[in-house]
């Protein structure tokens, strides 16, 4: 039977209903992460699914959101995890994921590290460039053991999504070409301390066009064919993240037809294939909640200044994003146009430009939509803001997954002042 999921859009029903965010904005003051965890369920069965007719195994990229509660939650739903630094993956293994489910990703991994990644067992670890492949190889010798390794591959197709979360042209920093990949993998066939059993791509987030990823993935499953022939054993399939969500009104590619396009790659070849979602599974899983503290109306326009700010969720700031944003108690009045900004000392401040909003009061709270994703993982100190609390809710019960910092967190590693 075909499996049509949900549009994964941005909502505020269920465990996301405004009355309960009211209610939970009183309890745990605002500015506030929340976040549905049977969403979470839900979007992470959508992927599986979709994948269920093939041996996979789902690495969820634990940069959309690492917060321990969200990672145990996909632990216990058996997901693996995609990590790009050391932390991660400590993150990931305090949270009940099983060394075996761990991927190590990312362009610049320092010595200790990958000692430790190679320690600790993990699945693989995906190799960035020749450089590090050597590394890589010199340190699982002086171990006296063998790394397990995937080569990312760098197709140099155009993800037609926003340049900083572009990554699969050759112009960007990630992945290896083709050919320059095919000797590494000869290299570290013959090597007696790297064994290559993944091949890897990851062509950008934020992607809504299945074109770009079917074409990817065909020539990286190109590739795979002629490793096969060398008699180089890969096992793995990795086609990383990037599925895209609607924030707006974008329309995306739907977990099963990335599925089908992926399958039919690969017909004929026994691989196991890995998909590392990030985005797709948090994104639309979490509201950021902010509160009104003035307005101000000049003739050119309406500022909204809330208490939640850049620092909080740099999406607009970085990447001109745009959220979805609601007010929870509306008030009768006409819409209109509105920026809404933070009380950060810096003009690029923004969590929405003229969106369409009544009347507001101080007080009020605004719940900005699709947050839950490269929100509080991307979240920073700057102007000495205390980073938010997070409350986890599922079956409409709330319950506090990470406390809001204090200012003597925030002082606690600073010395020699006094
Ligand atoms: C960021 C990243 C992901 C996740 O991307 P999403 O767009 O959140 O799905 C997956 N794999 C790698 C290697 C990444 O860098």
């Known amino acids: 039977m075909k499996n049509i999921p949900l549009p994964n859009t941005p909502t505020l029903e269920g465990n996301l209903d405004k009355k309960l965010l009211l209610q939970v904005a009183k309890e745990y003051q605002t500015p506030l992460f929340v976040y549905d965890f049977d969403k979470i369920e839900e979007y992470f069965n959508q992927f599986k699914l979709a994948f269920s007719g093939r041996k996979s195994l789902i690495c969820y990229a634990l940069k959309a959101n690492s917060n321990l509660s969200v990672i145990k939650k996909l632990a216990s739903l058996e997901s693996g995890v995609d990590c790009v630094s050391l932390g991660e993956i400590k993150r990931a293994i305090l949270a009940g994921i099983p060394t075996y489910k761990i991927i190590y990703s990312g362009v610049g991994k320092q010595d200790y590290e990958i000692q430790e990644a190679i320690k600790l067992g993990i699945l693989f670890i995906n190799i960035e460039s020749k450089e590090e492949l050597l590394k890589v190889e010199s340190i699982a010798k002086t171990l006296n053991t063998k790394a397990r390794i995937s080569i990312r591959v760098n197709p140099d197709i155009d993800p037609q999504t926003h340049p900083y979360i572009s990554t699969g042209l050759k112009e960007n920093k990630f992945g290896i070409g083709v050919e320059e990949a095919k000797s590494l993998y000869l290299y570290a066939h013959k090597s007696e301390s790297l064994e290559p059993i993944g091949i890897h791509f990851h062509i950008g987030s934020q992607i809504t066009k299945l074109q770009p990823i079917a074409e990817s993935a065909q020539k990286i499953a190109q590739l795979l064919h ?31 037809d990335y599925a089908q396009s992926i399958l039919e790659c690969l017909r004929g070849l026994d691989v196991t294939i890995i998909c590392e979602p990030g985005r797709f599974i948090m994104g639309n899983s979490g509201v950021f909640l902010t509160q009104v503290l003035y307005e101000k109306i000049s003739q050119e326009k309406r500022f909204v200044i809330v208490n939640g700010a850049m620092n909080d969720l740099i999406r607009p700031s970085l990447y001109n994003a745009y959220h979805k944003i609601t007010p929870l108690n509306p008030r009768e009045g006409e819409l209109a146009p509105t920026d809404i900004v933070g009380p950060i000392c810096e003009s690029g401040d923004y969590l929405g ?33 205390p980073r938010c609390a997070e409350v986890a809710i599922s079956q409409g019960k709330a319950r506090l997954i990470r406390k809001r910092e204090t200012f003597e967190d925030l002082i606690a590693l600073e010395k020699d002042y006094l």
């Open 226 to 256: 002629s490793l096969l022939a060398l008699k180089i054993d890969i096992k793995f399939f990795d086609i990383g993240g990037g599925l895209g969500i609607t924030y707006k009104d974008e329309t995306t590619i739907n977990p099963y």
């Open 353 to 385: 430009k003229n969106i369409a909003l009544p009347p507001l009061k101080a007080g009020d709270i605004l719940a900005i939509l699709s947050a839950g994703a490269y929100g509080f993982s991307m979240s920073s100190n700057y102007n000495t803001r």
